[in-house]
DNA sequence: TATTGACTTGGAGCTAACTCTAAGAGATAT
DNA sequence: ATATCTCTTAGAGTTAGCTCCAAGTCAATA
């Protein structure tokens, strides 16, 4: 599989992509003998993987040091489950943030419908 | 109430306070005589407001313009809850990646758990 | 053979959101 | 009066994460 498909199957630039592989947040993608790279099934599981992580905002920093300790093998398997717990527990964190940041636009948006239907004339203009 | 007081009570930093004011992402904060901020209520609420939306991520730019039509009055209204209702749109599609996301994190932490405590020895290293 | 087009690289440039620095003003303690 | 402390400003610097650019290689087509 090309860059261009992969790409397009992902929906990320071929930029990002090649950026990811430098940054060392995939393994190294194999190539083609005149060096173009051609992404197999492993590579493509990679892409999808970190395309996921990214989404939720995990740093190239811990992905890449992800990365590094699989590509040790066995041995670090503990250490992997552990910055992955400690991944989850700052989604947990950023999922509550959102919970709350939601809980006050949801009144907020309620408020200016009542503002608007007329059902509330008295409002007090606050933050 | 001093920046410092304010700075210690909702936990961001004086720069980033004078930041937030000099960006128009609160209203401008009152002065003494000799040109020292001293926040009142309102100003706290407004540092507390945007230290939420700022925590799960609404941008500088759109919390700007949100001010901006607060400080033109109640003709503002619907648009501002159209503004609310864009950002709300982006927080649930936010909460869906995390929540995607952490049943991978969920999945692979058990897994790792099953390899270390010997209850899986047949593993296939895959991202 | 010449051209086209998709790929390659290193490195420069960009944006958002701070973060820091330098220079200075004003209130308070010695 | 002098020193200390907290504040002020404008503006420079930093970081993360891309994004773009120029120059070059290679395979396929006209």
């Known amino acids: 599989m090309t860059i261009a498909e992969v790409s397009k199957k992902y929906g990320l630039t071929q930029d990002t992509i090649r950026y990811y592989e430098k940054m060392g947040l995939i393994p190294p993608v194999p190539r083609n003998k005149s060096g173009i790279r051609d992404f197999d099934e492993q590579s493509c599981r990679w892409i999808e993987f970190i395309k996921c992580m ?17 590509n040790k093998g066995k041995s670090t398997v503990k250490e992997r489950k552990d910055l992955l717990i400690g991944q989850r527990e700052k989604l947990l964190e950023k999922q509550e943030d959102i919970k709350k940041t939601l809980d006050r636009l949801n009144y907020k948006i309620e408020l200016y419908d009542d503002i608007i239907s007329g059902k509330r004339k008295d409002f007090m203009e606050e933050p």
Chains 1, 2 share one sequence.
């Open 54 to 70: 990214r989404s939720s905002g995990l740093s190239i920093e811990v992905l890449k040091k992800y990365v590094e300790l699989f």
